[in-house]
């Protein structure tokens, strides 16, 4: 099954993993991931590329995330500064999730590539390494566990075939 979130870029809290019973796996504590507040950020700003066709900048996820309801701590349209420092991360996680479709391992060079192909460039333009990659890994793939339960998709549209590049 493909994962929804892992569509070509042309088209809350968690448990804490170490308060886990003795028993659970990582793959139990990664089932029982609820999405964060990010995460719902980020259901936004996919949501929005999938109906523009193109990625919102911060101003414009602020007001898309007011539209589907998602406002911040005083119940007003989160500030677009706030939103600001997440987009890159939701650029890199979108290439990451690509290929976490497809194995369940993700080479950091391989993302790495494909983000310089895309274009997509840390701070000052400066291409994204592997080991930049690697303080993201933990964060996504709770993220890609989060984000696949049923009920943590009610802005997405059906999934979508995707094969690697």
């Not at 414009?60 to 500030?79: D, S, V």
């Not at 976490?100 to 291409?127: E, F, M, V």
């Not at 390494?129 to 049923?150: I, N, S, V, Y």
Request: aromatic share 8%; charged share 25%.
């Amino acid at each position: 099954r493909t994962h929804p979130n892992a569509l070509p870029a042309d088209t809350a809290h968690t448990p804490d993993a170490r308060g886990a019973g003795r028993h659970e796996t990582a793959d139990t504590a990664h089932a029982a991931a609820r999405p964060t507040t990010v995460d719902r950020y980020y259901t936004g700003w996919h949501h929005f590329r999938q109906h523009h066709g193109r990625e919102p900048d911060a101003s414009e996820l602020a007001t898309h995330l007011a539209e589907l309801g998602i406002l911040g701590r005083n119940g007003k349209t989160i500030k677009p500064r706030t939103l600001a420092r997440y987009l890159l991360s939701f650029r890199i996680y979108t290439t990451w999730a690509l290929h976490r479709a497809h194995t369940s391992r993700p080479n950091p060079d391989h993302i790495a590539h494909d983000l310089a192909q895309a274009g997509i460039t840390g701070q000052y333009n400066k291409p994204l390494r592997a080991a930049d990659l690697q303080k993201h890994h933990t964060d996504f793939e709770r993220r890609w566990h989060a984000l696949d339960q049923p009920h943590n998709h009610e802005f997405e549209q059906p999934p979508q075939e995707t094969h690697p590049r």
